[in-house]
């Protein structure tokens, strides 16, 4: 089997962002691969921007870094220009410029979410070539695929904090179960008017879903249980 290793780093990602009525909620797993092989199964993909404003990263992890690393940069400075924080409206605004300015060469899809004191809580999806949109929930990576439908079914308006945070957890768990290049923990981002809190999900505590293995915490575990019991002689 070939694993490439020398493939470019890719997020291979689930990726969320949900409104509630009081703020936003994002959420990703956090395994980066390498052709088939997994690069880092811990890695965080929800990355800060501002205090009030965080980015979800996916595609090519090179570049999803380098242009959150050009936005905080920028908004650092408009925050020191203005003498107060950026919106997320700006925020969004930066990416989709250097995404769209870039597409030719950037291979990332970001979703933008966070809190400020003249819209609230914001999510805009930006993905691959530069378009912005504002939405409701946005859900980015490999293993969106298989949630638009489960959205469709489970996304309310007006979801309490609480809510928001189950159902992040509930469809990045679903990722995980069904596609190959998104496992590893659950991480999620709650970001409203009294700040920001971060929470951890570890993969051995998540849901499981049909047909999907417990988790082991080696091969040999898999293969000690499932091998017969030695012949006595």
Not at 127 to 151: C, K, M, N, R, W
Not at 192 to 209: C, H, I
């Amino acid at each position: 089997m070939d694993l490439n290793l020398d493939a470019p780093h890719s997020m291979g990602t689930t990726i969320i962002g949900v409104t509630y009525n009081g703020g936003v909620v994002l959420g990703a797993d956090s395994r980066t691969s390498t052709g088939m092989y997994v690069a880092n199964r811990a890695s965080d993909k929800i990355t800060q921007l501002t205090d009030n404003v965080y980015v979800c990263r996916s595609g090519s992890a090179a570049d999803s870094q380098v242009v959150s690393d050009y936005v905080r940069y920028f908004l650092h400075q408009h925050t020191i220009q203005l003498g107060q924080p950026a919106t997320v409206k700006v925020a969004a605004n930066l990416i989709r410029m250097l995404a769209y300015n870039n597409k030719n060469m950037l291979q990332t899809g970001l979703i933008v979410g966070g809190w400020d004191k003249y819209e609230g809580g914001k999510i805009y999806g930006i993905p691959l070539g530069g378009t912005v949109v504002e939405q409701p929930f946005a859900i980015g990576g490999s293993g969106s695929s298989y949630l638009y439908g489960f959205f469709d079914q489970a996304w309310k308006e007006d979801m309490t904090k609480e809510e928001a945070e189950q159902l992040v957890v509930k469809a990045v768990s679903l990722a995980i179960a069904r596609d190959g290049a998104s496992g590893g923990v659950v991480r999620t981002v709650i970001i409203n008017s009294e700040g920001v809190t971060r929470n951890f999900y570890p993969g051995d505590k998540l849901q499981l879903w049909h047909e999907e293995l417990e988790p082991q915490n080696s091969l040999l575990d898999i293969l000690n249980a499932a091998g017969p019991e030695p012949m006595a002689m």
